[in-house]
């Protein structure tokens, strides 16, 4: 596809009652140098949550001979891609002493940053940097947006669990140890600030060509605010200074891509696509408040943003540990009353469909990308992509075996199709994705000893 | 709609800020009188505290030295403290030895107590335990170690504006709805949070800052409006000095977004910005457009920051005028100051306490303080959740958005009434009347009087209702989307309204065993409860929690009064309450909580104080709590006295910057 016959294009995406039109996106393409193509498409790296831990008996193969002939009974819906995943049991979670009273609290913000709260700060954000953002601070750079943070449900759930700060019930991300990454819960807001709202076919986000002087000089002007502040309050307006600069930064990157689109436009440059990659899938904001609807639509902007290189690093809390209902499934309660069970079967089974639910919604995020061609192969083939829970058995809080599953070929760099043992922990696993995506690490994350070879494709 | 489900943006969590214990009346009466005038409001410093708080001090040191170091030595330190090494289940005495009071061993010193008083820890197995005596010094010793605190308003910690202040901020700055701020990501309160801003933010603070500008003053080059006229003033004449008309524009502009005089540095900062905009060819009124922008996203603007002066004098200073106004401002309407705050701060006359006790009764019945309901009393009522609740269609198809808007509603004005109307707090458990319209009066069984959707004030004849023990709102957010939860329900009792500290439940909580299962078939769901009863590690909590949560079990899970429960049985809603007082009826349980008047007050008391401080209490916190529940004592504590005592307090009027 060439850029001419793409330009004007208008994509109008009918939801019930919404129309959207879709900006230029193929000229999003990556922007690695001069408008030059990169030799192969970048590592994606994305992460999707479900709180409380699964039915264990449903979750886990039974052997490795017959993870692909007969796949256990949650990850049915994965089975056309199943060649592509990797599940791996043997991987622990942090041990949460001294907070034996925190579970919930823990398992959405131990999940990326390996890492126990500050024990001596319990009551603030003190914890540590979390992969996904380590992963953004090295590919963030080359995309308007260093990373996304997607959520079905605001992050405002009030619960004191060991005087934890509340905060660390329903953050995962965190882009340094005192700093949270809160997630946009809106699809519409997501689609704007990925695309702008401009309803203009072909426009590029819009900005005002003076914001990046003007901020320039603003940060500048907080020099003399900072004099006068402790040295904690110093810290904190250095991060709000230096997220003004990162927006500084978005700017320049979609001035840049402007500039590039121009050129295209007139024929001076090449593309950055290849003719034969698939067209940028179209999103439809569905009206209702139905939960596989909206957990949908997310997957489908987590697609798009990786499909037009907006972003190289998501992550998407599917719900938080805060009593979401599945009204739909039919179950009238709340997920967490459900997963203390006390093995009765029949609420087992709502678990362990609930459960299956998830996976369903990862199935069908994974399966899109699968379906969309990128250089030599499809989108899924470039992204790491790993669905996971940080309990694995809710109804006692266990932590022995985190339950999760990759999908998606890194860019060559996993070897997939297979279910592995291990013995290694959740910090150790992280390393072993953030390695598969070439990001160089200087310090171990969290717990972390080593790397998890086995899942590697060149060990 | 899928959207952002709205919430509150809460300024501070209010829960686990229960103080350590109390201290006895006598005591706290007998300095609390003396020192009333002088800490109280704001006039003294650090070096000025009264001898009685120096002299209170002294005893409690004495009595950690004399008594309580050698219990520590003799029963705990083998396995709590003598090196780093012994620190046993995360607990260690090291450094109290040097620092008893400080901050972070409260809850270890909380703990501490509650396990000697139930003879947990020394643990029954070790060699030396000890006497009944020694016991109780120790348990006696705990809730006076607030007196080893020196007088201290806590350290000042930098605010931004969380998303409905910065949403009221800007509709009073120009004139744009609040809900231009819709897009920002929902917040938890809570320290440290509150004060970082990622690039998500930033990047909607600036997304923001243009469509409000866009929507205030119409899109960039269009003829000025009203309010651009006001904020900007008439384009200067041509041929006149352009430039320095416009910095009078932005010497003013600065004054409103900063709330406080801007300094010249400042102001040369924003010039430049001026002559930006002049050099790509904006004309005035766009260029202070842009100048307008940037104070949008200026850390002076988002954050509430202190007034730029020499170096503090001390380690303690009391705020300059402007920082109070703000202070006071964002505590009571969750928005900037007024013309006529700003205009007593301008002339120093703000810290004088009359003209702040009269501030403060003034702003308490201007319409602005609705944001207290939406600020403070829907995270202490636990209201934030219920909109976003889902209860089962099939159970109760007619909790429909509209009701819930109704029963928040009801909340809402017992609160607005409660508040200005300066009633005792006592109202929100006895109030003999409340509010409702058809569909909330439906639930109330009051149908036939009650007719149309306008909210209005019913009396109400049955003792059963009224106050929030009996009120719908709080009865659906106290349940799960499919029943009642008679533990929630007792928790919600026991922490919110009488400020008890309710242990979460244990990890790993074991199963209820296979014979308790089978017997548990048929079982009411009090039988059920009561089964956690049975076993001790549940026990020492559900013995405390349910009962109270089972007088309440008359209400269903939205609030309609029922006589049977989910499987035919009927409901039986007798319980006790921790001190052994029975009750048979929610009316009956009602009484008992009204006449816990005091313990509401100082819960109450407690909860305002972190909202307005946005902090967690500290030791010197409940020194001030005990003298604000002394002076408000006399008058059966009123609610609109109590915020005016905690806007006048020390620690609220000082800040520590060291």
Known sequence: ?459 | MIGPMVSVAPRFRLSGIRALGRAPAGLSALVALACLASAWHGRASAAGEDKAGQARRAAAMKTFREQITPFLNNYCVECHGRNNRAKQGGVSFAGAFQRPGAGELRKQWQLSMVNVKEHVMPPPDAAKQPTDEERGKFIAWVPEIKYLNPQDPGLFVLRRLNKVEYGNTLRDLLGVDPSVAGKLPDEVPGEGYLNTISPLQTEQFLAIANEALDIALGPAGAPANNALEKLFGEAPPKGSDGREAAGKVVRALARKAYRRPATDDEIGVLMRVLDLGAANGLDHHGSLRLVLKALLVSPQFLFITPAPSSPPAGPIVPLDDHHLASRLSYFLWSTLPDAELLALADAGKLREPSALRAQVRRMLADPRSAALFDGFGVQWLRLGGLKGMRFDPAKFPEMTPALRMAMIDEARMLFEEIVRGNLAVSAFIGSGHTYMNESLAKLYGLEKTVTGPRMRKVRLQDANRGGILGMPAILAATSFPDRTSAVKRGVWVLEQVLGEHVPPAPANVPALDKQDRKDGKGLTLRQRTEMHRANSVCANCHKIMDPIGFGLERFDAIGRWRDKDDSGAPIDSKGEMPDGKRFETPGELKAIIASRGEDLARNLAGKWLAYALCRQLEGYDEIVLDQLMESLARDGYRMGDLITGIATSYPFTHRRVK
């Open chain 1, 1 to 459: 596809m060439t850029t001419s016959t793409t330009i004007g294009r208008r994509a109008c995406l009918k939801g019930v009652g919404v129309s959207l039109a879709l900006p230029l996106l193929d000229s999003l393409g990556w922007a690695a140098g001069q408008g030059s193509r990169p030799a192969k498409p970048p590592v994606r790296l994305g992460f999707m949550y479900m709180p409380h831990g699964v039915i264990m008996d449903q979750f886990w193969p039974k052997d490795p001979e017959t993870f692909l002939s007969d796949p256990p009974p949650a990850l049915e819906s994965l089975r056309p891609v199943l060649r592509r995943c990797l599940m791996v049991k043997g991987v622990s979670g942090v041990p949460i002493a001294p907070y034996n009273g925190g579970p919930h609290a823990l398992e959405l913000s131990t999940w990326l940053t390996a890492t126990l709260p500050n024990p001596k700060n319990r009551g603030k954000i003190d914890i540590a940097i979390s992969a996904d953002q380590i992963a953004a601070n090295h590919v963030g750079g080359q995309t308007s947006l260093p990373s996304l943070e997607l959520a079905t449900m605001p992050q405002t759930h009030k619960e004191n669990q060991e005087g934890l700060h509340e905060g660390y019930y329903s953050h995962c991300s965190y882009r340094s140890a005192t700093q949270v990454m809160p997630a946009e819960i809106n699809p519409r807001n997501v689609l704007n600030r990925l695309f702008g709202k401009s309803a203009k076919p072909g426009a590029l986000l819009r900005h005002d060509p003076l914001d990046r002087g003007m901020l320039d000089l603003v940060i500048g002007g907080a020099s003399d605010l900072r004099k006068r502040l402790a040295q904690d309050d110093q810290r904190k307006l250095d991060e709000y200074l230096d997220s003004v600069r990162a927006v500084e930064r978005r700017i320049a990157a979609i001035e840049d891509r402007q500039k590039d689109a121009a050129l295209q436009k007139a024929g001076i440059a090449p593309g950055s696509r290849d003719s034969s990659d698939s067209p940028p899938i179209e999103i439809k904001i569905p009206v209702g408040d139905k939960r596989s609807e909206y957990m949908r639509v997310m997957c489908d902007l987590n697609v798009l943003a990786f499909q037009t290189d907006t972003t190289r690093v998501s992550t998407y809390i599917g719900s938080t540990p805060n009593g979401v209902t599945y009204p739909e499934l039919g179950i009238a309660g709340e997920h967490h009353s459900y997963t203390h069970h006390q093995n009765r079967a029949e609420t087992m089974a709502k678990v362990a469909g609930i459960t299956a639910f998830n996976i369903s919604q990862f199935a069908y995020m994974v399966k899109r990308m699968a379906a969309l061609k990128e250089g030599e192969g499809t989108l899924l083939d470039n992204c790491i992509m790993m669905w996971g829970s940080g309990l694995e058995d809710g109804n006692s809080h266990t932590r022995q075996n985190l339950p999760f599953i990759i999908a998606g070929g890194g860019g060559g760099s996993l070897r997939t199709g297979r279910f592995l043992s291990a013995n290694a922990n959740q910090g150790d696993l992280l390393m072993t994705l953030l390695a598969c995506m070439g990001v160089p690490i200087d310090r171990p994350i969290g717990i972390a000893t080593k790397r998890i070879d086995a899942m590697m494709s060149n060990s």
